[in-house]
Nanobody, 115 residues
Framework: QVQLVESGGGLVQPGGPLRLACAASGNIVGLSTMGWYRQAPGNQRELVAVIGHSNNTHYEDSVKGRFTISRDNAKNTVYLQMNNLKPEDMNVYYC?????????WGQGTQVTVSS
């Protein structure tokens, strides 16, 4: 069994920061890439940022310079620091972990950007 537990979502004003965290536990031998995706109702889930086990990163263009993905391999945790949030960033954010070639997903955490 693999568990991905997300935390840190909530309400933030435009221009504000928010930090998401996702901790992986259970049978996670072979954990490699971790990342964050987001999905609005009726839309496809889209990549936000991913990070490899060696800390190589990739970002979706609209978040470059505003979001930073990082990980703590000792804690099997991935973080997403989101700065200068915009209303269009409002979404449900999902954590993803690739373990032995298979994708596992968290339950999702809501990020609301509103004044």
């Amino acid at each position: 069994q693999v568990q991905l537990v997300e935390s840190g979502g909530g309400l933030v004003q435009p221009g504000g920061p928010l930090r998401l965290a996702c901790a992986a536990s259970g049978n996670i031998v072979g954990l490699s890439t971790m990342g964050w995706y987001r999905q609005a109702p009726g839309n496809q889930r889209e990549l936000v940022a991913v990070i490899g086990h060696s800390n190589n990163t990739h970002y979706e263009d609209s978040v470059k310079g505003r979001f930073t993905i990082s990980r703590d391999n000792a804690k099997n945790t991935v973080y997403l620091q989101m700065n200068n949030l915009k209303p269009e960033d409002m979404n449900v954010y999902y954590c993803d972990a690739v373990i032995r070639g298979r994708n596992y997903w968290g339950q999702g955490t809501q990020v609301t950007v509103s004044s």
